[in-house]
């Protein structure tokens, strides 16, 4: 499913999208205002990601957070949109034990999401 920025007349397609807005209902190849995205990271995907994708996603006002995801080692980075239109993260890691999804009320082990991920 692609995610489309409007204002910018672009689209991607992150791993994955999360939608609560009645308004992506109607529409069924894209959506438009989802409030959460999640990105697994590869080495060459990682830059891009991070830079230019994430502030594309900003300037969607519904979102809420963007969740990246690292596969070379456990750590999972969430970057939230606060009351005050800043994006503040929050890393996780084994150490953490678990990690939040605020967006969606979702709180998992950081060791269950890598469940069978074998490290170089």
């Known amino acids: 499913m692609k995610a489309r920025i409007e204002k910018l007349n672009r689209y991607y397609y992150p791993d994955v999208m999360v939608t609560c807005d009645e308004r992506d209902r109607e529409n069924t190849t894209d959506k438009k205002f989802p409030c959460l995205i ?3 990271l590869s080495d060459s995907t990682e830059a891009f990601d991070r830079g230019d994708k994430f502030a594309d996603y900003q300037i969607l006002e519904t979102l809420h957070s963007y969740v990246l995801i690292k596969v070379k080692r456990q750590r999972v980075e969430c970057f939230r949109r606060n009351s005050e239109g800043l994006w503040v993260l929050q890393s996780y890691t084994p ?4 990690f939040q999804l605020q967006t969606i009320n ?4 950081v060791s269950a999401l890598y469940e069978d991920v074998v490290f170089r």
């Open 38 to 40: 999640i990105e697994v």
């Open 95 to 98: 150490q953490e034990k678990s």
């Open 106 to 109: 979702f709180e998992a082990q």
